[in-house]
C-alpha cells in the first residue's frame, strides 16, 4: 500500500505544454487494470501472456489529452490520439472484473484494440509475472510492453514507490477534489507524486442479519443498530447477548481483524524490523475471548471457508459480517440463493470503527507506448460521472465466467456521484439489503477513513494475510477443534516468522 502524508499536488496544465517535449522520450505509462470478461469488439483476452524483452527501441509521451479533453467526454471514443500511440493497448490484471467495467462503459478510439494480460493471483504468480514483465518493459516492442496494471491495496506501495511506474501527472491525469483522499495517498509516493488512481473506494461496514439482531438486540433499525454496536465493548456486549439466544457475534474470529489493521497508528516495520502493532495485539485479544466464549464459530473458519459462508444461508446463526461493497458482490451469493438463501434480511451500519478493506488501483508503466490512450481510461473511470453513475447502478456488466449479464454495483471514488446516490430518497440496495441506500451509509464511513503512509509497506499482504491465518491456527487449538494439531502462541509466531523470512528474507524480528 503507498502513502505519503503529503498529498500530491497536480501540475497546471500550462506546465505540461512545456515539459512535454522533456518528457517525451522518458516517460511511458501502464495502468492497472482489474477485470472480467465481456464481448467487446474492442477488446480480446488472452489468458496469461508474457513479454518478449527482445525488441529495443524507446517509445514516445503523446500530448496530454486533459488540455482538449472535457472530463465528461472521456471514454466516449473521441480521443484523437497522436501518431507516436501504439495501436495495441495492453493491460495486465489478475481477473476480469474491470475488463467488464471497459467492455460495458468505455469506447475506444476507432483503430485501437485492448488486450488484456491475465495472470491468476494464486500463489504471488501476478506479482511475480508483473515484475516481470515491467522490469523488461522499456526494451519490448511496441505490441509487447505492458501499459497499464492493476494493483490491489495490500501492495499498492510496491508499485506506487517503484521506478517502473509513471508520474501520472505527466500525462494528463491529476488529483480530483472529487476523489477520497485516503485513495489518492494510497497511490501516491513517498515525496506525494500520484502514481495510481482507482474507480473505486472501499468502505467497509459491518453487514447485520436483521432477524437475528431483532432477536438479540431488539431492534433492526439501522440507526438503533449503530448505537447498540459503535464501540468495541458495545460489539463485545452483543457477542455475549448473541450466545445467550444461540447466535455467534461473527462466524469467524479473523472477521474484525481488517478494521484493527486499518486503525493502526504504528506500523508493523521499523527499519525492515517486524514487530506486533498495538492494533494487532488488540484484535488478538479480542480474537482469543471470542473463541474461549463461544462468541463465534468453534471450528474457527478462515475468511472464505464454507464453514463461515454457509452462515448466510436462511439457517445461518451468525449475526454480524464485515466487508465493503465489494464483499456483497463476490462473496455473498450464498445469501442471495433463490432456494437456501436470506436476500433482504441484511442492514448494514457502520460499527465501531470506520475503515477499509480493498481496492484496486489503475497504474501506468514506464515505457508503455500509449500514454493518451492509458490516460483516457483513469480519466473515463475517476472523473467521467456519466460512466461513473452506471457503475454505482452496476447494471449492463457481464458475468465473465457465465457471459450473462450480472448486477456488480460499485462505490466509486467520485464524491459527487456518491453525494447524488446518498441523498436520492428513491435509491437503495436491492441486490442484498431490503433497499436500504448503502451509499449512503458507506459515504458517511469514507469520509472517516485515513491512510497515512508511514504506516503502511509493500509487505502488507503478508502482514494482513498471512499472519492473521497463523494465529488462527493457534486459535483453533485454543477452541480445541478435533484434528487440528496443537499449536501455541509461540508456535503460531514461529511459523509465522517461518513463512516472513521465506518471502522477505530481509525482514528482522
Known sequence: MLRNKSILKGKKLMKKKILAAVLASALLLSVAGCDQNTGNTNNTGTGTNTNAPTTSGNSTQGSDPAQSTPAGNYGTGELKPSDSEGKKIRIACWNYEFKSFVDAFYKLPDGYEIEWVQ??????????????????????????????FLAEADYIQKYSFSDNTIDLSTIGVDKADTMYDYVVNAGSDQSGKLKGVSWQATPSCVIIRKSIAKDVLGTDNPDELQSKLDTWEKFADAAKAAKEKGYYITPSALETYRTFANNATTSYLTDDKFAPTEAFNTWLKQAEDFTKNGYVLNTLPELWDDGKTDHMYKDGKAMCFFGPSWYFNFSMGKAMDADKGSKGDWVIIQGPQAHFWGGTWMMAAKGTDNPEIVADIMNAFTKNEDILEKLVKGKGIIDPDTQKEKDNPQFVNNKNVIKKFAEDSSYGNNTILDGQNDIAVMSKIADGIK??????????QTFNETLPQCMNEYLKSLAGVEGVPGVTLDKAWSNFYDKLEAVNPDITH
Open 451 to 460: 491512510w497515512d503512509g508511514a504506516l503502511h509497506t509493500r509487505y502488507d
Open 119 to 148: 495472470t491468476p493471483n494464486d500463489e504471488g504468480a501476478y506479482q511475480k509475472k508483473l515484475d516481470e514483465q515491467l522490469a523488461a518493459n522499456e526494451s519490448a516492442s511496441a505490441d509487447e510492453k505492458i501499459d497499464m
